[in-house]
């Protein structure tokens, strides 16, 4: 709350508060952050469900003729092609992916594997909450919250204590090493504020190749969320 307030020039604790509903990657602050932290279970429920339904609501945002065109176009598409799918067009084109089969097959996998631990980590939050006099069955809208207050109660870990170790110029670092440490190519921030194409606000790196120097290609990255920005 108190980031959303700062995003509006609002103090968070005269409000008003304004909370868009924006994926996460977008806006962490607009739905995910609050989830965690609004101690009314109504208020979860209702930022939960509005989020969830932003797309199929029947407002301006309401993609749902546009998925089912995107579905006919592509089935189209795959005619064309004389195949059977659109999936096997996409998995024809990676020969990485094998087949349709073997992609199914290994998200198949995944997903059991997945699902074991998660039904896990759902229990322990579940027995946490019914603890700590939390009534009802536990809800999607209540998963987030409770999991936080599991975190500071086990581990004495609270999300905005991440923040100094997760710093943009701390992760940014992090990359430029994996870069290098795994497929031996430098990170090299590029101050090329000359270039029409970059923003104040963007960075723009070169991958560099340390044996030679040479430039092998350029990476631009925009960390900052802006209104109507298309992801």
């Not at 739905?31 to 029947?58: E, I, M, N, Q, V």
Request: charged residues 30%; proline residues 3%.
């Amino acid at each position: 709350v108190d980031e959303a307030a700062r995003s509006y020039q609002h103090s968070a604790k005269d409000g008003p508060w304004r909370l868009r509903l924006q994926s996460e990657r977008a806006d962490r602050v607009s739905w995910y952050t609050p989830l965690r932290h609004l101690k009314s279970a109504k208020a979860r429920k209702d930022l939960y469900l509005r989020f969830a339904s932003r797309c199929s609501s029947g407002g301006s945002a309401d993609n749902r003729r546009v998925v089912v065109r995107m579905l006919n176009l592509r089935r189209s598409l795959a005619k064309l092609e004389g195949i059977d799918s659109y999936a096997e067009a996409v998995v024809g084109a990676q020969e990485t992916f094998g087949s349709v089969i073997a992609v199914q097959t290994m998200l198949g996998d995944l997903a059991r594997a997945v699902r074991l631990r998660a039904e896990r980590d759902v229990e322990k939050i579940r027995e946490f909450a019914k603890l700590s006099d939390h009534r009802g069955a536990l809800e999607p809208w209540d998963v987030e919250f409770w999991e936080e207050r599991y975190m500071e109660a086990h581990f004495g870990v609270q999300e905005e204590m991440l923040r100094e170790y997760l710093a943009l110029p701390n992760v940014l670092d992090a990359v430029g090493e994996l870069c290098y440490r795994l497929f031996g190519v430098k990170l090299v921030l590029v101050r090329s504020a000359d270039r029409e194409y970059i923003s104040e606000d963007w960075f723009h790196y070169m991958f560099i190749d340390p044996a030679t120097g040479a430039a092998l290609g350029h990476l631009v990255i925009d960390p900052y969320g802006k209104d109507g920005d298309r992801e």
